[in-house]
């Protein structure tokens, strides 16, 4: 299981850097790696791929204040942790009618601010990416793309060497194709509903 330093110093690694014992340490390194560390963390786990050891799901009370206008009428507040919604409530898309236009939208659910917005009974079941801080959590092929991304980031601050960063980008691509090949292998694919043209061919 990997800890922090253990993400940093395998960056150090990547640039050819001597390790760090933590990220209090002294050193320009440490000083520039505490400072990128949780700002990359998070964006990894905002990205395109959804990592599943940062898949989390809730229950959420609804608010006593409603929205003030629009077509939904209750909202939630989103959990402290959350970083992206992945699904409010517990329907699933079925046959997809969206090319007959009832209201001003089609949507479930409205996200704006920290409140999710929709019509859905209390209590609202939700299923989202949380700002999972624990490395012990990560997948180990998360944490190689992880500390490349990091070596990448911060190798001008720490080697200020253009070389030592293509050389980095490079491992990054590879570790990004690798890590969400594999975490996109541990779950069934999901399927897409159908629209009205599959509706009318079942007629």
Same mark, same amino acid.
């Given at each position: 299981m990997a800890s922090q330093v253990d993400v940093c110093n395998l960056a150090l690694s990547i640039l050819g850097k001597p390790t760090i014992a933590s990220l209090a340490?002294?050193?320009?390194?440490?000083?520039?790696?505490?400072?990128?560390?949780?700002?990359?963390?998070?964006?990894?786990?905002?990205?395109?791929?959804?990592?599943?050891f940062s898949v989390k799901r809730a229950s959420l009370p609804s608010l006593t204040t409603v929205p003030t206008s629009g077509p939904f009428t209750t909202q939630y507040a989103m959990p402290t942790d959350c970083l992206r919604v992945l699904l409010a409530g517990n329907t699933w898309p079925g046959l997809d009618l969206s090319d007959y236009r009832m209201g001003p939208t089609d949507a479930g659910y409205s996200i704006e601010g920290r409140n999710i917005l929709c019509d859905y009974g209390s209590p609202l079941a939700l299923k989202y990416v949380y700002d999972c801080q624990d490395p012990t959590q990560f997948d180990p092929r998360?944490?190689? !793309?992880? =500390? @490349? +991304?990091?070596? !990448?980031? =911060? @190798? +001008?601050?720490?080697?200020?060497?253009?070389?030592?960063?293509?050389l980095a980008k490079a491992r990054r691509e590879e570790a990004m194709s690798q890590a969400t090949a594999a975490n996109a292998l541990e779950n069934p694919p999901d399927a897409f509903a159908d629209d009205t043209f599959i509706l009318s061919r079942l007629q």
């Open positions: 340490d002294n050193s320009n390194a440490a000083r520039v790696l505490n400072v990128e560390y949780d700002l990359i963390r998070r964006s990894l786990l905002t990205g395109r791929a959804i990592w599943r998360f944490v190689v !793309y992880f =500390a @490349c +991304e990091l070596a !990448y980031t =911060a @190798c +001008e601050r720490i080697t200020g060497s253009d070389s030592k960063q293509q």
